[in-house]
């Protein structure tokens, strides 16, 4: 059975930097294709970032561009996400998500494209 499980968020000033790490098990998720989402109190779950399955290809919000870098290890099997000039408004709950896909350049932005969900890490950002 597939799992992912998120670690790394935590409390952190304005401007601070966390990263944030997702472990994948139970199958070879070199061949998916992996992203990041977060949701905040009262809005919906929204794409931050993604990467392909190979890791050379990337995908980033216009909220996360400049600021963010999503990264992955395939051994073992580990997704990143380095958050550097964090503002109050990234307080979320931020999930880790996975798909398998056949194209290995393949990333994708929507959440219903994602098969596999982690249960989230808390990041909150104060002023």
């Known amino acids: 059975q597939e799992q992912l499980v998120e670690s790394g968020g935590g409390l952190v000033q304005a401007g601070g930097s966390l990263r944030l790490s997702c472990e994948a098990s139970?199958?070879?998720?070199?061949?998916?294709?992996m992203g990041w989402f977060r949701q905040a109190p009262g809005k919906e779950r929204e794409f931050v970032a993604a990467i392909s399955g190979s890791g050379r290809g990337t995908a980033y919000a216009d909220s996360a561009k400049g600021r963010f870098t999503i990264s992955r290890s395939n051994a073992p099997n580990t997704v990143f996400l380095q958050m550097n000039s964090l503002k109050p408004e990234d307080t979320a709950v931020y999930y880790c998500a996975a798909r398998g896909t056949y194209y290995s350049g393949a990333y994708y932005l929507q959440l219903r494209d994602y098969d596999y969900w982690g249960q989230g890490t808390q990041v909150t950002v104060s002023s």
């Open positions: 139970g199958r070879t998720f070199g061949s998916y294709a």
